[in-house]
Structure formats: C-alpha cells, structure tokens
C-alpha cells in the first residue's frame, strides 16, 4: 500500500516506517506535526525540527504542519495534515511508532477512520526490549537527546543506543527503557533506509536539575555515509 509515515524523529517513529518498509509497502511521505505545546498530548517535540533533515536523508518527501497542541483541538491539524497527504501523494495508509499509549493510537485511529485512511501500529504492544535490541540488530544509529527521569543525568545525552546501553537502563528502576513515559527522548542519526546521516555540527546541553536535561541541537547537516 502507498503510506504516509507519522514521524517524530525519534526511534519508533523511524523504526515503524523501516519495518513497513521491509513488509512491501510504499512510504510515500512522512507527516509531521510542530507543536507549539511542549506537553502536547498527542505529538512528541524534541527534535522535532531535524524531521526534515530525515525525510531529505531518505529522499522521501514530508508534510510539516503547526499545532498549537491544545488538548484535542490538535487532531483537527492532524486530519487536515492527512488530507494533504492523500492529496498530493495518493496515500491509502498511515503508519505509526505507537507502543502502549492507548490514549494516542485510539486518536489517531479514529482521524483516519474520517479520512478513509487505514492505520499501521508495527510496534504496538512490542517487548521493550526487543525493540531496543531489534534497532542495534539493524544498525540504526539512535542517540539520547532529553533525560527526565531518576537514575538518568546528563552524561547520557548524546550517547548511542547500543546493548550495552540496554543492560544499563534495564538496571535502573522505576522507568520503561523505552522511554514510553517521558524518561528519555532519542534521535535517529543513521538508518538502513538512510542514503545520507545526520551529522550534529553544533550542540549545547540544558540541565533543568540533576536528572532533567536537554541535548540542544543548534546546527545539523547531512554526510555521507
């Protein structure tokens, strides 16, 4: 099927779109969604900014459109973001990274039902695991770009998702290494899909407290591989 990808730039997102990928289908675009929200209820925001820079490493098109990431009211940008896609790029499908948020997949679902759009959640309900060792098995380079949470500070920032790293977060308690409840937020640097990697050129880190902080992205370009 001709599918538009939801992506966020982070690991699900890209990690979704790769395995509809391998299953046959056609990603046709990517759609992302800018909120000016930073707690949006439905749409990540960190790193949002190099989605573009992803879809241009992948040579496919996106589609980038504001919210104000009002509760709710920020699904009207989604359906309207969606329309476009089946306009301009035919597509059939949606695909997206949604792991256990019953509170985002049932939106989102319910968005394409009005469109005539069928949804795609590969990830939904995966070990947490797997998942992470699935994106070290296919040589996706995935690094650490917020922490939020106990047991993590700002020496994880910048750092590379590997199996050594699962070990690590799988000692920690409290926490979904998957970051599934806001404990961290990743970027995807380098794909199997990818014909060019994102290179950070210019970063700076933003501590809030000992275990909140941010790896801010000032300047970022495509190298080769």
């Given amino acids: 099927m ?3 990808a939801l992506s966020s730039s982070g690991k699900d997102s890209i990690l979704a779109l790769y395995l509809m990928q391998k299953q046959g289908h056609e990603i046709n675009c990517l759609i992302t969604l800018v909120s000016k929200n930073p707690d949006s ?10 989605s573009s820079l992803q879809a241009e490493a992948m040579n496919i098109p996106i589609i980038e459109k ?5 509760k709710e009211k920020e699904l009207e940008d ?9 306009e301009k790029y035919a597509i059939e499908g949606v695909v997206t990274g949604a792991l256990f948020s019953e509170y985002q997949k049932s939106r989102i679902e319910k968005v394409c039902k009005s469109s005539g759009l069928k949804v795609f959640s590969p990830l939904w309900h995966k070990e947490p695991e797997e998942e992470l060792k699935e994106l070290v098995k296919e040589d996706f380079e995935v690094i650490i770009t917020v922490v ?4 993590l500070d700002k020496s994880w920032l910048g750092k ?19 970051g599934e409840g806001g404990e961290y937020e990743s970027l995807v640097l380098d794909a199997p899909m990818f014909k060019k990697k994102i290179k950070i050129i210019d970063s700076e880190i933003i501590e809030e407290n000992k275990n909140t902080a941010n790896l801010v992205k000032k300047k970022a370009e495509l190298a080769e591989k």
Avoid: Q, V
């Fill in 41 to 50: 209820y439905m749409f990540h925001t960190a790193n949002i900014n190099l």
């Fill in 160 to 178: 590379k998702i590997d199996y050594k790293m699962i070990d690590e977060l799988k000692k920690l308690k409290n926490i979904s290494i998957i």
């Fill in 78 to 86: 989604l359906k309207k973001a969606l329309e476009e896609a089946k």
């Fill in 148 to 151: 939020a949470a106990e047991g």
């Fill in 66 to 70: 504001e919210t104000l990431g009002e």
């Fill in 2 to 4: 001709r599918l538009g």
